[in-house]
């Protein structure tokens, strides 16, 4: 039975998640993932977070998806031991060095190579799969073909981002946030945390989507371009992933509302459960199922875009100088 992963960033949506059909929940663990703070979890709520999603029956994995300095490595390990030892069931991660620490220290622990490792072909998924990785997010840009490939050939798990935005370069390693803006601060622990690369700790500010122009030298060659940074959810190709014995359909967006998250996971949860439960041979009309995503896009969309001004205009905003 493929898994439906949804995102929490927050212990209301948590509840929401477990409760609305997810079958696992990914969290973020502050300073360690690609979000802002506000939704990622102290170690406090996310010894909770584990909790509620064990009790609802879902499992949980903890998000720490950023790259890492040498000194960040010792401090990582000894949080991973705090949240094995609470019973974690896997880790989400980007950082090569890091997997393979993790993978040392604790080896019966379920590692994901996260988005962010830009996983495109069979040789990248054996190399993660050699460090310790059992599991890969297959970049966006894969079409059905590959996937069948990669599943056909190698004994790793495959997880499909089935609500995410489609990245101008590759999704989960943006360098351009910090092209606007780059301030280096420091979390109540001590770990360097650098607002405006979601790379190292801080935030995406999806500069992306400013109005950009292409100059050479001093003439206007292109008035306006515009950078692929577009939302999407899948369906059309939902059964034909279910077919394909994917092991996970992961939906993104711990920075939405509680009911928006829970709406999106309680549809793809019916979706999945009608689809798995009708007859072999009985056609499957997407149409209804059409017309209930519609609005859930539609209110997805206006959040995005309030959500894209905010960070905008925050980007805009002078750094301060440290003293």
Not at 116 to 132: H, M, P, Q, T, W
Not at 279 to 293: H, I, S, T
């Amino acid at each position: 039975m493929v898994e439906l992963l949804a995102p929490a960033g927050n212990l209301e949506m948590v509840k929401a998640a477990v409760e609305n059909g997810a079958n696992a929940i990914y969290v973020g663990a502050r300073g360690w993932s690609r979000r802002r703070d506000a939704y990622e979890l102290s170690d406090e709520k996310l010894h909770e977070a584990t909790r509620i999603a064990h009790s609802g029956g879902a499992k949980i994995r903890v998000a720490i998806n950023t790259n890492m300095q040498s000194c960040e490595i010792p401090s990582l390990l000894k949080k991973m031991e705090k949240f094995v030892g609470w019973g974690i069931d896997g880790a989400i991660m980007t950082d090569v060095g890091a997997i393979g620490q993790v993978h040392r220290r604790f080896p019966d622990l379920v590692l994901h190579a996260s988005i962010g490792a830009n996983i495109l072909n069979n040789e990248d998924v054996k190399f993660y799969r050699s460090i310790g990785v059992s599991q890969v997010v297959a970049d966006t840009k894969l079409t059905l073909r590959e996937l069948a490939s990669r599943e056909a050939d190698i004994d790793v798990g495959i997880e499909v981002l089935i609500h995410a935005n489609h990245c101008y370069t590759y999704l989960g390693k943006c360098w351009m946030s910090p092209y606007m803006r780059l301030e280096r601060t420091a979390d109540d622990f001590g770990k360097d945390v650098f607002r405006g690369s979601p790379n190292r700790g801080g935030l995406d500010y999806r500069v992306c989507l400013e109005q950009w122009e292409l100059l050479d030298d001093k003439a206007l060659l292109e008035p306006v371009i515009t950078l692929k940074n577009d939302a999407f959810f899948f369906l059309d190709d939902i059964p034909a992933l279910i077919d394909l014995g994917v092991h996970c359909l992961k939906i993104q967006g711990r920075e939405y509302p509680v009911p928006l998250v829970a709406g999106i996971v309680r549809f793809y949860r019916e979706l999945i459960d009608t689809y798995v439960a009708k007859p072999a041979e009985q056609p499957f009309d997407l149409a209804p199922w059409r017309m209930r995503l519609e609005a859930i896009q539609a209110e997805r969309d206006s959040k995005r875009s309030n959500m894209t001004l905010v960070l905008l205009n925050e980007a805009r905003q002078p750094v301060p100088h440290r003293t």
